[in-house]
C-alpha cells in the first residue's frame, strides 16, 4: 500500500482511528473505524454532566455519531462541518459538529421544542479553510440517521453513499467516486464490505485519529449569555445568584454567576 499521510493528531495518545483506503479498478473510497473508544468517551461526558438520554434518541445518535466521524474522516483536513438531522417521528434533532484540523467532534441531542414540520429535513454547515460557510439541506423519510445521510450525499454532494453496521461497533462508509463501478457499489453487502480489503485491490489513503472534544468553557458561556444579560439581566437570574446554562453543542452544564456576568459585560 502507498500514498499513507499523516495527519497532526496521529502523534497524540488514545482516540479513534479512522482509516480511509482508495477501492482501485471500483473507483470508490471506504472509511472504516471501530467505535467503541468514542461511545465510552461519549458515554463518559454524558456522565459527567448527568445527561440521560432516552434510549430510542440516544440509539439515533450514536448511529448518526459514527456517521459523521465517517463522513469527516472522508473530507480535506481544512474543514469543519455541522450537521443538524431534524426528525418528525420521534420528535428530535440530532446536533453533530466537528473540526478535521484537530480531530474534534461533539454533538447533542434536542428533544425539547422541536418544532413540528411537514417532512425529516437534514441541514450540512461547512466551512474550508478560510472559505465562507455553505449550507445545504435535504428532506429524507424514516427515522434512521444514516438513511438521512445516504439522502444528503445523493441529493447536495451528487455522488452516492452506503453506510453498513458491520457488527459489534464496526461501521463503514462506502462512497461513489468518478467512473465508480455502479453495479458493484449497489449489490455491495456488509459481508462482502467485512472481506473487501482482502478480496478488492485497496490503497490505504490516510489514517485520522478523531476524539470528543467540544471546547467549551466559562468564557464562551459567558458569551452566549452576554445579549441576554445585557437586556434582561434580572429576567435572566431570576433574582438568583447562580444560574445553570447547557453548552448548545454538547450539552454540558456549567453554572454562571452574575457577579461573573456583570464582570464579563463590563470588560467587553
Not at 117 to 136: C, H, Q, T, W, Y
Request: aromatic share 10%; with cysteine.
Amino acid at each position: 500500500m502507498s500514498g499513507e499521510k499523516s495527519t497532526p493528531t496521529d502523534q497524540a495518545d488514545g482516540g479513534l482511528e479512522v482509516c480511509t483506503s482508495f477501492v482501485r479498478e471500483r473507483n470508490a473510497l471506504i472509511a472504516s473505524a471501530e467505535f467503541g473508544p468514542l461511545f465510552v468517551d461519549y458515554y463518559l461526558h454524558l456522565a459527567d454532566h448527568k445527561i440521560k438520554p432516552d434510549p430510542r434518541y440516544d440509539a439515533m445518535f450514536k448511529r448518526a455519531l459514527a456517521g459523521f466521524v465517517l463522513h469527516c474522516a472522508s473530507q480535506p483536513g481544512n474543514e469543519m462541518t455541522a450537521w443538524t438531522i431534524n426528525f418528525q417521528n420521534p420528535l428530535v434533532n440530532l446536533f453533530l459538529a466537528g473540526d478535521n484540523e484537530d480531530g474534534s467532534v461533539t454533538g447533542r441531542i434536542f428533544d425539547e421544542n422541536v418544532k413540528a414540520m411537514p417532512d425529516n429535513l437534514f441541514f450540512a454547515d461547512v466551512i474550508r479553510g478560510k472559505g465562507e460557510k455553505r449550507r445545504s439541506s435535504v428532506s429524507f423519510k424514516g427515522d434512521d440517521p444514516f438513511v438521512a445521510v445516504e439522502e444528503f450525499y445523493t441529493r447536495s454532494e451528487q455522488r452516492g453513499a452506503r453506510f453498513f453496521d458491520l457488527g459489534g461497533e464496526n461501521f463503514s462508509l462506502v462512497t461513489e467516486h468518478p467512473d465508480c463501478d455502479m453495479p458493484w457499489f449497489g449489490a455491495l453487502s456488509a459481508d462482502q464490505v467485512k472481506t473487501l480489503h482482502e478480496d478488492e485491490d485497496t490503497n490505504l489513503m490516510e489514517r485520522r485519529i478523531q476524539r470528543w472534544h467540544c471546547g467549551c468553557n466559562q468564557k464562551r458561556m459567558l458569551q452566549v449569555l452576554a445579549a441576554a444579560f445585557k437586556s434582561d439581566a434580572d429576567g435572566l437570574f431570576e433574582n438568583d445568584p447562580i444560574i445553570e446554562i447547557r453548552c448548545p453543542r454538547c450539552s454540558a452544564r456549567h453554572n454562571v454567576t452574575r457577579e461573573a456576568m456583570e464582570a464579563y459585560v463590563a470588560s467587553e
